[in-house]
């Protein structure tokens, strides 16, 4: 009955007219009974509750919701979680309608039921099954971000989305992540929030007890820098020949400090392009760039590089980055007798401009390989299983980045 959300002070009583408990405008000239015997107001029926598990050590706030679950005030309502009582938040409940709780601790974990007693009318209400659980931390990735924050990172474990997930927080080195996740019971996620440089435990809140991952389980909040534009092969560093599709290498410090790196590229009003990198280490990353119009040779790069929440802007001003002139190759294509036991050497010029692992060279659709490389000259070695193919002619090809092979 509805009547029974309001109380007793309402004058809700048993109205014999209408076989139900209502308000005493509402029964007209029928008999009316107040208080009433509230098993006349019909049985308890149990719509929902929520949640349906919670950690070992209680504190989870179950709410019930149902009509007719009692009235607070005049039956003695007793909720229990197994042989425990359910401490009843009066404040917010709702006789007859919701019931919330507090969650008794347990000794063990497993299933248990949840019951509520009317002791005055000597009714007992089975309401569902009680999971308690114990939740454990057991990994954590990545396990680096920037001290500016925004890093993405997953919480793996067990039992991490019981009990009143809308309470349930993520720490990283005693900071609370934002965006939490509760993706599955096995899975969380958040995003870090600027802090300062340190190494710290991994934790969560879970209905008010902090569940902590074990010395194995840490992250670090690092600053991240880049020192020089690099190239461990030869002399292209500072240089992007300008059409681009090619690959840019950065050095620094902590640049692992983010899955996938950021850069940023402008030059004037004729380009402004961000692309993905691939960290190689924690001082290498690479950013292949892709295929530019409109960039001349002479031309300044202004570039940047984002790690999460970090920005590592103007960075012409510790390296200059320049577009440069495309290598020329002469011939075009290269007409190579098989089995002259000679290596191939391509003849050209601003060959250095690119970086070596931007060259792809095959011969008859197969790698050359060992090469060597000055600014007009490329040495490689054709593949062996030519060999079986002696005084035939075959045809070179030369691929840089992204470009179309000549």
């Known amino acids: 009955s509805s009547c ?7 004058n809700c009583g048993y109205c014999n007219d209408l076989s139900d408990c209502v308000l005493r405008g509402q029964c007209g000239s029928g008999t009316f009974v107040v208080p009433p015997n509230f098993t006349l107001c019909g049985e308890p029926e149990v719509d929902s509750y929520t949640p349906e598990s919670g950690p070992l050590e209680g504190g989870t706030l179950l709410t019930i919701t149902g009509t007719n679950l009692g009235v607070l005030d005049g039956e003695g309502i007793i909720i229990k979680i197994g042989q425990n009582n359910c401490t009843i938040d009066e ?14 601790p347990a000794t063990s974990i497993g299933l248990t039921t ?13 309401v569902g099954s009680f999971m308690y ?13 920037p001290t500016a924050g925004s890093t993405l990172i997953h919480i793996s474990g067990s039992n991490l989305n019981i009990g009143n997930m809308e309470r349930t ?37 879970i209905d008010g007890n902090i569940y902590t991952g074990g010395n194995n389980v840490k992250f670090s909040y690092v600053l991240p820098s880049v020192t020089s534009l690099f190239d461990p092969d030869n002399s292209a560093d500072g240089r992007i020949i300008k059409s681009g599709g090619v690959t840019v290498i950065l050095n620094g410090i902590n640049l692992d400090a983010a899955l996938v790196p950021q ?12 692309v993905n990198c691939t960290v190689r280490s924690s001082r290498v990353i690479a950013c292949r760039v892709p295929i530019f119009t409109g ?23 510790i390296e200059s980055l320049e577009a440069v002139a495309d290598p020329v190759f002469n011939p075009v294509s290269i007409d190579y007798v098989v089995g002259s036991g000679e290596q191939i050497i391509i003849v050209g010029e601003n060959f250095l401009n690119v970086l070596q692992e931007d060259y ?42 992204d470009s179309v092979p000549v």
């Open 4 to 10: 029974l959300s309001v109380g007793l002070d309402f």
């Open 91 to 104: 404040v917010n409940s709702i006789s007859g309608k919701k019931f919330i709780c507090r969650v008794p």
């Open 263 to 274: 850069l940023s590229l402008q030059t004037g009003a004729n380009l402004n392009i961000v």
């Open 360 to 401: 792809n060279i095959t011969v008859n659709g197969q790698p050359c390989t060992d090469l060597s490389i000055t600014d007009t000259r490329i040495f490689c070695t054709p593949p062996d299983s030519l060999n079986s193919q002696a005084g035939s002619t075959a045809t070179v090809v030369v691929q840089i980045g």
């Open 169 to 205: 927080t993520a720490s990283v080195v005693g900071q609370v992540c934002m965006s939490l996740n509760l993706i599955n019971t096995t899975h969380v996620s958040c995003t870090t929030i600027p802090s300062t440089e340190g190494e710290g435990s991994v934790s969560m809140n």
């Open 114 to 126: 949840i019951m509520i007693i009317r002791s005055l009318a000597g009714s007992n209400t089975e």
């Open 133 to 145: 659980a114990s939740p454990v931390i057991r990994g954590i990735y990545p396990v680096r971000g």
């Open 295 to 317: 960039v001349n040779v002479g031309d300044q790069f202004n570039y940047s590089l984002r790690l999460d929440g970090e920005t590592l802007s103007n960075l012409q001003d």
